[in-house]
């Protein structure tokens, strides 16, 4: 193999590596990355299902879920603050269909029975036990 060929050669492959290089990291800024699972640490918890609940200051109810390990939750989101609870699998259940029942999820003024519901038992926390910060 002649120097001439040896070089172009390794020319090209810094090349192809360098676009594998560019396609990987375009890659992995584009995957969502998750929200931090209490449970297994990883980014990897999600927002499955959403509904604004009526208050003095609207509230965000979320159904969460970990795409990495069996941790389920609820997280209520504030202009203030961003937190959750964990949520037995059943609770987790009833609370994502209830958001997928409700006609208007972003809407805080919409009057349909699972707005009502969620905003009794979601507008006092207090007696919740588990609450963990989402950051
Ligand atoms: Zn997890
Ligand atoms: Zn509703």
Same mark, same amino acid.
């Given at each position: 193999?002649?120097?001439?060929?040896?070089?172009?050669?390794?020319?090209?492959? /810094?090349?192809?590596?360098?676009?594998?290089?560019?396609?990987?990291?375009?890659?992995?800024?584009?995957? &969502?990355?998750?929200?931090?699972? &209490?449970?297994?640490?990883?980014?990897?918890?999600?927002?499955?299902?959403?509904?604004?609940? &009526?208050?003095?200051?609207?509230?965000?109810?979320?159904?969460?879920?970990?795409?990495?390990?069996?941790?389920?939750?609820?997280? /209520?989101?504030?202009?203030?603050?961003?937190?959750?609870?964990?949520?037995?699998?059943?609770?987790?259940?009833?609370?994502?269909?209830?958001?997928?029942? +409700? &006609?208007?999820?972003?809407?805080?003024?919409?009057? +349909?029975?699972?707005?009502?519901?969620?905003?009794?038992?979601?507008?006092?926390?207090?007696?919740?036990?588990?609450?963990?910060?989402?950051?």
């Amino acid at each position: 193999m002649s120097a001439r060929v040896f070089l172009g050669a390794l020319v090209a492959v /810094v090349l192809a590596l360098r676009l594998l290089y560019s396609i990987v990291r375009r890659r992995r800024r584009a995957e &969502p990355s998750g929200l931090r699972c &209490p449970a297994c640490q990883a980014q990897r918890l999600v927002v499955t299902a959403a509904i604004v609940l &009526p208050g003095s200051s609207p509230l965000d109810l979320e159904a969460l879920a970990c795409r990495r390990c069996t941790f389920r939750g609820a997280g /209520v989101r504030t202009s203030d603050d961003h937190v959750g609870y964990p949520l037995p699998p059943l609770e987790w259940g009833r609370l994502s269909s209830a958001i997928l029942r +409700c &006609p208007s999820p972003r809407d805080p003024a919409c009057t +349909c029975a699972e707005h009502l519901r969620e905003g009794r038992v979601w507008t006092d926390t207090r007696a919740r036990e588990g609450r963990f910060v989402i950051d």
